[in-house]
């Protein structure tokens, strides 16, 4: 029988105990599960596209994840699922902001191939409000960001914000 192969894509700037959340518990719906880590220059990430994927090989280690592995793209998903032999796309649902968008996606994605599902998984609750974005934003502003990354991701990020300067220094 042929491995069932799962695709987590995102851009993971930087990977939150959300995004590991969703690794963890789609890991088990698959024999193998490819992290599939963007270049997302749109997204004028804080990590480079290799720290990135530094981060995340960091993460598969730390929660011991043995059918989990981690591929950069820079291309089209569906393409990249269809190269990878991938049959499901894997994305986490937070809030009803977020359903709109993956809603369309997986439908957009679904027109340009039907044989690959996109599946989701419901945040935990308890993770729900964890985003990149405002952990990024807090970090900038001095907050402690230890509830939402793992310690390793969180020494990444003070050591970026520490390099970059910290906001709201100079009132
Ligand atoms: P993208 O740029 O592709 O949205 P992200 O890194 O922001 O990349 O998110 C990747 C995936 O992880 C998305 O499906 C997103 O909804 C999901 N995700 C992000 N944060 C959380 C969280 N706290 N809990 C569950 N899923 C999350």
Known sequence: MTDRIGLYPGTFDPFTLGHADIMRRGAKLVDRLIIGVTT????????????????????????????????????????????????????????????????????????LNAGIETVFLMADISLQPIASKLVKEIAFYGGDIARFVSPQVRELVVARVNQLGRKGDGR
């Open 40 to 111: 997302n220059p749109s997204k004028d990430p804080m990590f480079s596209h290799d720290e990135r994927m530094a981060m995340v090989a960091g993460e598969v280690a730390r929660l011991g994840l043995t059918n989990v592995e981690i591929k950069g793209f820079d291309a089209l998903l569906m393409d990249v699922a269809e190269r990878e032999g991938a049959s499901m796309i894997l994305r986490g649902l937070r809030a009803v902001a977020d359903f709109e968008y993956e809603y369309q996606m997986a439908g957009m994605n679904q027109q």
